[in-house]
């Protein structure tokens, strides 16, 4: 019942920035924790960040924190992940994905709803 589309991937040098965005659609937007998930080739999809529902409570993974920083609008149904200072380690595709109140934000099997994906690609 949850639509969602990232966009903003693309190629950029290690030590660069990118932002992401996921546009939702469906069901009430604000209602939802949302997080971001990354997948290399050959690897697992990992947990990357998540907000929960009022923005007020953000998460970060290890290999991330001090780097990304991740917000959404709910007026907007739009949620972000600025990316900064860029490794060639976080080459990978970033999915957007929404859970329902009362789970974890931090699980990606408490997720019903992901995006198609979105490329990031860090060169050294």
């Known amino acids: 019942q949850v639509q969602l589309v990232e966009s903003g991937g693309g190629l950029v040098q290690a030590g660069g920035s990118l932002r992401l965005s996921c546009a939702a659609s469906?069901?009430?937007?604000?209602?939802?924790?949302m997080g971001w998930f990354r997948q290399a080739p050959g690897k697992e999809r990992d947990f990357v960040s998540a907000?929960?529902?009022?923005?007020?409570?953000?998460y970060y993974a290890d290999s991330v924190k001090g780097r990304f920083t991740i917000s959404r609008d709910n007026a907007k149904n739009r949620v972000y992940l600025q990316m900064n200072s860029l490794k060639p380690e976080d080459t990978a595709v970033y999915y957007c994905?929404?859970?329902?109140?009362?789970?974890?934000?931090?699980?990606?099997?408490?997720?019903?709803?992901w995006g198609q994906g979105t490329q990031v690609t860090v060169s050294s």
């Open positions: 907000i929960s529902w009022s923005g007020v409570g953000t």
């Open positions: 469906g069901r009430t937007f604000s209602s939802y924790g």
């Open positions: 994905a929404a859970t329902p109140l009362g789970r974890s934000v931090l699980k990606k099997y408490e997720y019903d709803y």
